[in-house]
Structures are given as C-alpha cells and as structure tokens.
C-alpha cells in the first residue's frame, strides 16, 4: 500500500517526487508505509541533506541483471521501452533530448510494451498499483520526472495537468503536448 502524500507538506510536483521517492528508500531499508520514516526521509531529501542515488547507479543495476524485461523478467522479445512516451515530448528540444535518452529507457517485452501502449508506467500502473512498478523502474521515471518539470520550469506548479489534484498522473506532464491535447489538436 502506498501512503497518501500529506497536504499540509507535499503541494507541488518538486514535493511529489521527494515524496515518492522517500518511500522508495523506505521500502528498501525495510520500513515501507513507516509514515515517521518516510517523512524523515522526504524532508532530508526536500532540505537537500540527502540526495538521491545516482543515474549512473541504476545503469549498473540494470547492467548486472542482463537483458530481461524490467517488468516481469522475459528475456523473449525484448525493445526499449520509454518509460514516458517520446511521442509526449511535444516541440521542446529539451524535453525531446530527454525522453529520446537512455535515462528514459528500459528492456521491456513486446507484451509488455504492448500493455502499456503510449502511456507512462505511472498511468499503466494506476495509483492502487504503484508500489508493484520495479524500483528501478520508479527510481528513473522520479529522476527524470524532476529533470523534465526542471526543464519546462513546472517543479513547483501544484497541479500541472490542471485536473484539480495533485497526484502521480502530474508527474510525467510535458506543458507543450498537454496544450496540444487539450486543444483537440492531438
Ligand atoms: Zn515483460
């Protein structure tokens, strides 16, 4: 079970993100839905006084564990899976450089690929599932979440799909496509 981000503290996507991601390092350490830990961890991360594990980390992890799909470990079929859809990234060549780069890819099997189609994996999995998506899976999407709201500077919007609350569905929004779909041009 996931645990409810707190109003009172977590109120934008900046927030969102060290939100999740102190429940990443809380389920690793062993404590998952520890709400003290969790917070004491979300609010090192928010002050700066800790800082998450590196890219390069999670680039050895997945080198270690050879080519399987990140999701349920086929090694039948596999392709890059984008973990935000490059077809999101709209007319920002920021935002295109990021999600066309390995920090936006995993191995994935063609069912798998197939399953989650052109969403991201936060909306594939859905808020009651999110803690099934593999943690190195979330440790990139959450890095690259923070790099792209950094790039379009929405980190400290409350709310950038502007469906009225703030929630993982914010996370992997780019401003430009999102104009672009609500306008009925896409
Ligand atoms: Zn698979």
């Not at 934008?12 to 062993?30: M, P």
């Not at 086929?74 to 780069?101: M, N, T």
């Amino acid at each position: 079970m996931a645990l409810k981000p707190p109003r009172k503290f977590v109120s934008t996507v900046r927030d969102l993100i060290f939100w999740f991601y102190a429940q990443l390092i809380a389920n690793s350490a062993g404590f998952p839905d520890n709400y003290a830990f969790v917070m004491s961890r979300y609010k090192k991360l928010k002050s700066g006084e800790m800082k998450w594990s590196s890219s390069i980390r999670d680039h050895l992890i997945e080198w270690d564990r050879g080519k399987v799909c990140v999701y349920c470990g086929s090694d039948k079929c596999l392709s890059l899976d984008h973990i935000i859809p490059v077809s999101r990234a709209g007319v920002d060549p920021r935002v295109k450089i990021l999600l066309e780069s390995l920090d936006n890819c995993v191995w994935a099997c063609r069912s798998c690929n197939s399953k989650k189609g052109d969403r991201d994996v936060f909306e594939w999995y859905g808020p009651e599932r999110v803690y099934e998506i593999p943690r190195l899976v979330m440790s990139k999407f959450l890095k690259l979440s923070y790099r792209l709201h950094e790039a379009q500077g929405t980190l400290d919007l409350p709310d950038p799909n502007m469906d009225g609350v703030l929630d993982i569905y914010d996370l992997g929004v780019v401003i430009t496509d999102l104009i672009l779909r609500k306008s009925g041009r896409k």
